[in-house]
Nanobody
Framework: QVQLVESGGGLAQAGGSLRLSCAAS????????MGWFRQAPGKERELVTTITSGGLTNYADSVKGRFTISRDNAKNTVYLQMNSLKPEDTAVYYC??????????WGEGTQVTVSS
């Protein structure tokens, strides 16, 4: 079992920045992928970005060049630096952990609201 605790959500103005953190605890294998998904009201949950334990990253086109994912493997923590925020970035952001077996865990989510 893996537990994920997110922090750092909140309110920002368009053009501003926010940083999210997600700390994983429990049975964490050495090889895994962590990432962020988001869900806006009335929409399906969508991929934002992922990073493997080896540091390979993947971004949704909508956030490329604005968001940066990073991780500290010693702390089992992943970070999401969000710059140049847009109102359409408003959503609940969920931390995601996938182990080598493909089992997926989710955090409870943190609200990000961007005002125009």
């Amino acid at each position: 079992q893996v537990q994920l605790v997110e922090s750092g959500g909140g309110l920002a103005q368009a053009g501003g920045s926010l940083r999210l953190s997600c700390a994983a605890s429990g049975f964490i294998s050495g090889i895994n992928t962590m990432g962020w998904f988001r869900q806006a009201p009335g929409k399906e949950r969508e991929l934002v970005t992922t990073i493997t334990s080896g540091g390979l990253t993947n971004y949704a086109d909508s956030v490329k060049g604005r968001f940066t994912i990073s991780r500290d493997n010693a702390k089992n923590t992943v970070y999401l630096q969000m710059n140049s925020l847009k109102p359409e970035d408003t959503a609940v952001y969920y931390c995601n952990f996938r182990n080598l077996r493909g089992i997926v865990y989710w955090g409870e989510g943190t609200q990000v609201t961007v005002s125009s």
